[in-house]
Structure formats: C-alpha cells, structure tokens
C-alpha cells in the first residue's frame, strides 16, 4: 500500500510504501522537477520530494504554482487519497498522481466571496499614505525589468522607503529587503492601496482605484516594432475602451528612447501626461556589468560560446514557438543554447531540455542572459533593443514573417531594410550565417544606425535619472 503526507516543518512531500525501495521518483512539472531522496527498502521505504528548491542559485524558495506529476517506478498513485496542505510558502494538495501547487492563500479567499470582499475592503481603505512603492514586473511571474532596477535604485537612496513586491508565489525571489505581498491575499489588497507610489510594466489589471495622493510610474517593458494597442490589426470598441481606462491611470510613462516616446503616446492615447524618456533602468547593467556570475549560476564555463534563442510570443498560440531544435542547434554550433521564451510563454509552457540546452524561460532577469549570450537570436522581439546596447552580434529567424506583418500584429517599420543583423528562414540558414565570419563587418553600418536611434540613453544611468525625478516630484520622500 502507498500513501501520501506532508512533513510540515522541513516542507517535504513524502511517499511511504511497502516492499522494495523503488529506483526512482520524481515530481515532474512544465518549469521545475525534483528528484526524491528514496530511503528504506526491505520492507518499507520512503520517498522525500523537497518542495522547496534552489532555482538560478541563491536560497530555496517553494516549488512554482502548476501541476506536477508524481511517479514513483514500480508503483501504481492512481488510487492515492485526496488529501490537502496549507503550509507557510505554499498550498500542496494531491489527486492520485497528481500534486497541485498553488499560492499560499487561506481557503475563504481563494472563492470568488473571499476576494470580493477584500476588493471592497480596498476600495474603502483610505490609502496613498506610506512612503512605501508597490512594485509589479509582468504580472507578479518575476521581479525583474525596469522595476527591478528601479528598486534598487530606490534602495540606495532612499532607504526609508518601503518596498512591496507584488508576485504570483513565493517561488518568485524578491530583491533583498523588500516585502513579498502575494496576489490576492489580505497583504497584497492592502499593499497596493497604501503604497503612495505603484512602479508597474505592465497593465496593472483587477480592480485599481486610486487613493488620494498616490501615483503610478508605467515603465512598459520594450520598445516596439510590432503595432501596439490602438494600433493593432482590426476593429475592437471593447479592446479600444479598456487600452484608454488603463493609460488613464498612469501618472508617468518611462520611454527608452524618442522612437517609443512618439508610438507609445499615441498607441495608448497618453496624452496631457508626462512621458519620461530616460533610457530603460533594466540595460544599466549591460555598460558595464559582467555575465561571469550568471555563467557560473548556469553552470556555463567561462569560453563556451553561448546562444540566446529568444522569440516574442504569438498571438494565435499560447506556447514558444517551434522553430529552433535546441539540442540540434547546440550539436551544429558547438555552443550552449539559451532558450528564453516571453513571458506570456511562461505558465502554458514547459522547459525545454538536452544536452548543452538550458530553458531560461523563468530566469527573473533577461538583461543577465544578454550579458551571458555571445549572440542573439531573435524574431520580432523588444529584446532586440535591449541587445543592441551589448554591441555584439544579432540573427533574426523569421519564418512567419508576411503572416506576423501582414495578419498577426504588423510593423512600425521594415525590418528587413533596417535590422542591425540577417534575416533567415530556416534553421540551416540560421546554422550558416552564425559560422559566416563576414556578418558583423556586413552589418556594421546598420548596427551602428540603430543604436544610434534606439540606445542612446542607454548609457548606464537610466535608473539614477529617473529615481531623480521621483524624488524631486515627491513621488516618494528620500
């Protein structure tokens, strides 16, 4: 017989069973797996699933929010009881082979009643009061971007300013010395009224009202090439409607550069609102930082050459595309594959393996990768912005590109006259012009024209002048 229970004070999940200790078990989900530590045999054994891990180096946090799968060899979990655990990091139930992980929220505000009724209890609370910023990155998946490097900014110059987290679980790594609020519990309603200041890249979603004297910072998250909000492809009052409430409520919208400044006013109908255009905080790292740690996090040695495959996402799938065979990729290069799906790719996807391939899809800072890459491969990302400021190397692999122009989101310009690198539609193609030596001469031109358009505030103090402004505007108080 086998059976399921939780070791509440080491946070394990452990299965007991008789006979024989099995070979293997593991507990398998789209972005993480872990290996038990099996114990035993003879007549009984155990196997141990720590439900806390060290993901991307640093201290253990709690498996993210999905479905795993249990197996054990040899053993039949069809039939394991219902059974449910509420621990201090995370909520774990099981279902036969099935363990489910989830936000550490208490039952009554997981219901549709209990959110209502803390939504009410914020929308009465007064607010906007505490020097404190509410800080969101891509939805609360990581604490990363422009954010990210707001915070510790923030943190050096404004010490006394309290710094709220919002995120999705606590498998999520907050910068040292802010306070993690979790969506939808009591912490996270009432964080995000208290805050005198929201720093967001994104929409801020759910129901925001705002407090008196509070202000929201939007850094968006890239500079476009695809068409943006009002300007996409078709008809939509309701899409139309909802793009203009959300721009309404931002106080300030950080810019990389004039480019975006000029889409981004239009594109969300920001009008009679300041646009900061600063450069991004999130590329401060990449004049003068160093990709040697993240390379020893991966576990990458210093002169492997490394590739960075990170596509923007589609909007007729949910999932990465499927262009690149990593593993074939690594075989043909003689490099290590970096696969860095967008954040939208995050939840319904599930981490790509083989051998010198490594699925940086949950890896919280992208502006690290870009560090760590020799290289570049792309498609119709803002990525390629970001990039460009490293000076090395950029292939862009495109082949859907009349139906992503023409049908799918289209472009603010060509891509294909201007991109600072080759344009490919195969795999064998992409193969060919990274071992083609003559590339970076070729492009050399180009390369140097857009980052003369695109990078020019990209020189390593975006976060210092924006923090300024904020603190000269009292947006939060030194």
Same mark, same amino acid.
């Given at each position: ?20 200790? @099995?070979? *293997?078990?593991? !507990?398998? #989900?789209? %972005?993480?797996? &872990?290996?038990?530590? =099996? ?42 009881? @219902?059974? *449910?655990?509420? !621990?201090? #990091?995370? %909520?774990?139930? &099981?279902?036969?082979? =099935? ?380």
């Amino acid at each position: 017989m086998t059976t399921v229970l939780i070791d509440e004070q080491a946070e394990n999940l452990v299965v007991a069973g008789t006979g024989p200790k @099995p070979p *293997s078990a593991t !507990l398998d #989900g789209p %972005r993480a797996r &872990v290996d038990a530590r =099996i114990t035993g045999g003879g007549k009984t054994w155990k196997a141990t699933f720590p439900l806390r891990v060290s993901r991307w180096g640093g201290s253990e946090l709690p498996l993210p929010s999905g479905r795993y799968q249990l197996r054990v060899d040899g053993e039949d979990l069809s039939a394991l009881e @219902p059974e *449910s655990w509420l !621990l201090s #990091g995370l %909520r774990v139930s &099981v279902r036969g082979a =099935i363990v489910t992980v989830a936000p550490p929220l208490d039952a009554v505000y997981e219901t549709a009643e209990g959110q209502r009724a803390l939504e009410e209890r914020y929308v009465a609370q007064p607010g906007g009061d505490e020097n404190a910023v509410f800080f969101e990155s891509f939805y609360g998946q990581s604490a990363g971007c422009n954010p990210y490097a707001l915070d510790h900014e923030i943190a050096a110059r404004a010490p006394g300013v309290t710094r709220y987290w919002s995120i999705v679980d606590r498998s999520v790594r907050v910068p040292e010395g802010a306070v993690a609020v979790v969506e939808g519990s009591p912490e996270w309603w009432h964080a995000r009224g208290a805050a005198r200041l929201l720093i967001v890249n994104d929409w801020l979603r759910r129901r925001f009202v705002r407090k008196p004297g509070q202000k929201v910072l939007q850094t968006w998250h890239g500079t476009p090439l695809k068409r943006l909000a009002l300007h996409r492809p078709g008809f939509d009052p309701r899409r139309m409607a909802a793009i203009v409430k959300e721009s309404r409520r931002w106080d300030a919208l950080l810019a990389q550069n004039l480019y975006s400044e000029r889409i981004l006013k239009k594109a969300y109908a920001f009008f009679g609102k300041p646009i900061w255009t600063d450069g991004y905080p999130r590329n401060d790292v990449l004049v003068d930082g160093s990709g040697a740690e993240t390379r020893k996090v991966l576990g990458i040695g210093p002169q492997e050459r490394v590739l960075l495959y990170a596509p923007t996402w589609r909007d007729d799938r949910s999932e990465i595309v499927d262009f690149v065979d990593a593993q074939r990729l690594a075989e043909q290069t003689d490099a290590v594959v970096l696969v860095r799906g967008h954040s939208r790719t995050l939840q319904p996807g599930r981490d790509q393996s083989g051998a010198r391939v490594i699925d940086v899809t949950g890896f919280p800072e992208t502006a690290r990768l870009l560090l760590v890459a020799d290289a570049l491969i792309t498609d119709y990302s803002s990525v390629m912005f970001d990039f460009s400021v490293t000076g090395k190397p950029m292939y862009f692999l495109v082949p859907d590109l009349d139906h992503y122009r023409g049908q799918l989101r289209g472009f603010y310009f060509d891509l294909a006259v201007r991109a600072p690198g080759p344009l490919v539609s195969t795999q064998d193609q992409l193969v060919a012009a990274l071992g083609d030596p003559s590339v970076p001469g070729r492009f050399a031109p180009r390369y140097a024209a857009w980052r003369n358009q695109f990078n020019r505030l990209d020189d390593g103090h975006a976060a210092e002048r924006v923090v300024s402004r904020l603190l000269d505007l009292g947006y939060i108080a030194g």
